[in-house]
């Protein structure tokens, strides 16, 4: 399944915690003044969007006409022909924000007071508020049948329904550790969540019950996703940085995936970024990771999934593109 290959390329003099990769696109950010947009098959950097002086970026989402970002208590746009808008004009005027999501017309905001904030992006206002959890909302998806999903620092993920402002469940992990990335698969109706303890979680959204946990790390998990409209396998990764692609109807690790850390297959040049080709490594079963020298794993701290692809971030000037055999 794994190619023993994987693009690490340089691309900012400061450091990088988030991605988010649609439409053969991925935008990077997070840790520097700047988000940039750049094309997975030339490595090249099509378009850079500043963020203000005076505000630090949180969390951000794309589709093809813009990107929305989240910087701290207020909300950023800026179209892909360069023109930015923030709003509302004061900070402060609600809850600190955590996360956001994007589906068009509405972003969603995850806040520190537990409420999931809704912006319309055209008439720039707060639509509805939404209480979803007694503490914190740390992360969150959307469907495209307008349900919000949002996990909560206090170990449990509520589903709302966008229109109606309804909660339509109420999902809950066993160990009660806090929620700390959530996707939802639309085409399985499954629920997938990780945990600050190492757990994955997934329940059925039609029976609102769990179906599989495994404890996959004795660390946080910081990130999950799957390629849209694969039923088949989950990518994760965490603080302890190992990429583990599991088996989406039963929570088998199907593989559990590092970068040799040795001289590069090669290395190349252009005027965006500085592009190394490593070798990948198939860990075995009986690996003990903590053994594994940390130069070797960095912390993931986001990853995307795409076609035969997962592309990601590290907390550092790098960002990694691992290859597969699917």
């Known amino acids: ?103 068009d017309p509405d972003a969603v905001i995850g806040c520190e007071d537990g409420t999931a904030r809704v912006f319309d992006m055209y008439s720039r206002t707060c639509s509805r508020i939404i209480k979803m959890h007694a503490g914190p909302v740390t992360c969150l998806a959307l469907s495209d049948d307008e349900l919000i999903l949002s996990g909560s620092s206090l170990g449990s993920v509520s589903i709302s329904d966008l229109a109606s402002d309804q909660r339509v469940a109420r999902l809950r992990s066993t160990d009660s550790a806090g929620i700390r990335t959530l996707c939802f698969n ?46 088949s396998t989950l990518a994760v990764g965490g603080i302890d940085g190992v990429l583990r692609v599991l088996n989406q109807n039963t929570g088998e690790v199907l593989s559990r995936c590092l970068i040799d850390d040795e001289r590069p297959i090669s290395s190349t040049r252009n005027m965006h970024a500085f592009i190394e080709k490593k070798k990948g490594i198939r860990l075995p079963e009986d690996a003990e990771v903590d053994r594994i ?3 070797c794993r960095p912390p993931i701290t986001c990853l995307s999934v795409g076609m035969k692809k997962v592309v990601t971030a590290h907390n550092s000037k790098y960002i990694r593109m691992w290859k597969f055999n699917m």
């Open 186 to 231: 639309p085409c399985s109706h499954l629920v997938f969540a990780g945990t600050t303890v190492g757990y994955t979680y997934c329940w059925d959204l039609r029976t609102m019950k769990s179906l599989w946990e495994t404890r996959i790390s004795s660390n946080v998990l910081y990130s999950l996703s799957y390629l849209r409209s694969d039923n």
């Open 293 to 295: 020298p940390r130069t």
């Open 1 to 103: 399944m794994f190619t023993k290959r994987s693009h690490r390329h340089s691309s900012v003099e400061s450091s990088l915690s988030r991605c988010r990769m649609k439409m053969g696109l991925l935008l990077t950010g997070v840790g520097d003044k700047v988000m940039r947009l750049w094309s997975l098959d030339s490595y090249k950097c099509e378009e850079e969007y500043y963020i203000p002086d005076t505000a630090s970026l949180v969390d951000f989402d794309f589709d093809e006409s813009k990107i929305v970002g989240l910087l701290g208590s207020r909300v950023g746009i800026w179209t892909r022909n360069g023109k930015r808008s923030i709003f509302p004009s004061r900070e402060g005027t609600f809850s600190k924000g955590l996360c956001v999501r994007y589906i």
